[in-house]
């Protein structure tokens, strides 16, 4: 038997973690000798009327009066606290506390695991979390700035016409997309692009600069819509772009009070055209671009009169989800013929809120819009 005491007292003074036990108010009456080799205090030194709270650092010291002490009295037994101890030589160790508090003799006993390790790999995963938030901060902003120079930072001024264009990007704006859309003057009037690169990021992103500038200098060789989305599908052959673009062309010319459109559509959604009490789709389908050699595509003429107004979008506005439901064309031509009286911004701004508003304000896609309107009267030009 006095084997095992020894035994006992063997593994009290040299356990793998540091045993004190203290009186109800904190003063240290029993330390083992790993703590004292934890701490670097000789023996003597810490049971000679110091306190628990003293052998740690100031901010923990108040946690232990404020909190630990406590629950500790409300529930005998505490387990797990993260504090840091102050060695003999005014450096700190990071500890696990555990502690104990024996109701008939009112000692408490407490148990520290040395956690230098585990504190550090915690402070390496908030480092870690710390790159990742500033990585995809840089990564948003990098996206939002691409997407920007998809959209122009404003539409031209036309006499008698309202234009206006909006877009909202998928999610949270954080992945570029592919959707953009374009507006210049030309020599007989001005051209309109809007178009969709399949896909997401930097690669989506790539083709999408390509398209977005072949349309704009492809006018100048080419003279009609169709031909310029000819040029645009031989460009990303050409250029192996590996990702095919929906787009539609169209061109604008005054014809008095009047404006003749010509649009080509190349696998991308009609515009839709509200005049009169109807709502009808401008255009013939025609193949998508970057897929094949040769693609057919169709110019179609529409005489624009005062008081239409022409809605250009991107596929992110009819395929919006709601569960199983989608957004949908009867939506959107109700939608338009609706708010057709308004002006082209008003109008814009209704399809793309109504658009994000049906999926929840998290739209799943981005969504690209142009409008353009003839007010009914010069006195509307304001609208």
């Known amino acids: 038997m006095d084997g095992v005491e020894d035994d006992f007292e063997e593994l009290y003074e040299h356990a793998p973690c540091g045993y004190l036990s203290t009186l109800p108010d904190g003063t240290i009456v029993r330390v083992n000798g790993t703590l004292l080799e934890l701490t670097g205090y000789g023996p003597g030194e810490l049971t000679s009327g110091m306190r628990i709270q003293n052998l740690l650092a100031v901010g923990d010291r108040i946690f232990y009066e404020t909190h630990f002490a406590p629950l ?3 529930q005998s037994v505490v387990r797990e606290i993260a504090v840091d101890v102050r060695r003999a030589d ?10 104990v508090m024996r109701d008939e003799t009112g000692v408490i ?45 404003a539409l031209p001024d036309i006499p008698g016409l309202q234009v206006a264009g909006a877009f909202r990007p998928a999610g949270r704006g954080d992945v570029v997309g592919g959707d953009f859309y374009d507006m210049y003057e030309t020599a007989g009037g001005w051209a309109l692009a809007l178009g969709d690169v399949c896909g997401k990021g930097v690669e989506a992103a790539v083709v999408t600069s390509l398209a977005r500038y072949t349309l704009r200098a492809a006018p100048i060789r080419e003279p009609s819509p169709s031909a310029v989305l000819s040029a645009l599908n031989r460009t990303l052959l050409r250029e ?11 061109q604008l010319v005054p014809a008095g009070e009047h404006f003749r459109l010509t649009v080509s559509l190349a696998g991308h959604p009609h515009p839709l055209r509200a005049g009169g009490d109807t709502v009808g789709e ?8 970057g897929l094949l050699p040769r693609v057919r595509l169709t110019d179609v003429d529409v005489d624009l009169a005062p008081g ?4 250009f979008y991107t596929d992110g506005v009819v ?15 109700r939608l338009l013929g609706d708010s057709r009286a308004m002006g082209a ?3 814009a701004e209704a399809v793309v809120n109504e658009a994000v508003a049906f999926q929840s304000g998290l739209p799943r896609d981005d969504i690209a819009v142009v409008v353009l309107k003839i007010p009914a009267g010069r006195a509307t030009m304001e609208g």
């Open 72 to 74: 500790l009295a409300m």
């Open 90 to 99: 005014g450096t700190r160790l990071p500890v696990l506390l555990n502690a």
């Open 109 to 153: 006993r407490f148990c520290l695991f040395a956690a230098t390790d585990r504190r550090e790999y915690e402070r390496e995963l908030l480092r870690a979390r710390q790159r990742a938030e500033r990585s995809e901060a840089e990564a948003r902003e990098l996206a939002r700035t691409l997407q920007r120079s998809f959209i122009p930072p």
């Open 240 to 250: 192996r772009a590996g990702r095919f673009v929906t787009a539609v062309y169209g």
């Open 282 to 289: 401008i255009g013939r389908p025609g193949n998508v671009l």
């Open 308 to 311: 239409d107004a022409v809605l």
């Open 319 to 333: 395929e919006a989800r709601r569960g199983e439901e989608l957004y949908g064309e009867d939506r959107l031509r």
């Open 345 to 347: 911004a008003g109008i």
